[in-house]
């Protein structure tokens, strides 16, 4: 399986707002539900955002939740995340990945990308 492709990190202003973007091939994205964890650093990668691979489910950490939206186009095989209101304790690496068993974006068999970094300075 190819990995997806993340894009969109960077930095910004507490405040701000950033979206994330989550390129898979259509094998990959076919069928499997999408997802984002993050990592901060020295911290433990924790799953904040995820949708099911017919995009009627979601789910968000309560940490995230009212704040950031996750979406699926299934025609152009990419995840969204859709990032508002960001705080200093957004910071992290976030991942994309692919699942098989909802809501464990953990899972074995999962396929993750490299990761994309946020800054959000204070």
């Known amino acids: 399986q190819v990995q997806p492709v993340e894009s969109g990190g960077g930095s910004v202003q507490a405040g701000g707002s950033l979206r994330l973007s989550c390129a898979a091939s259509?094998?990959?994205?076919?069928?499997?539900?999408m997802g984002w964890s993050r990592q901060a650093p020295g911290k433990e990668r924790v799953f904040v955002a995820g949708?099911?691979?017919?995009?009627?489910?979601?789910y968000y950490a309560d940490s995230v939740k009212g704040r950031f939206t996750i979406s699926r186009d299934n025609a152009k095989n990419t995840v969204y995340l859709q990032m508002n209101s960001l705080n200093p304790e957004d910071t992290a690496v976030y991942y994309c990945?692919?699942?098989?068993?909802?809501?464990?974006?953990?899972?074995?068999?999962?396929?993750w990308g490299q990761g994309t970094q946020v800054t959000v300075s204070s």
């Open positions: 990945a692919a699942f098989q068993h909802w809501p464990s974006i953990d899972s074995p068999g999962g396929i």
């Open positions: 259509r094998r990959t994205f076919s069928g499997y539900h």
């Open positions: 949708i099911t691979w017919s995009g009627l489910t979601t």
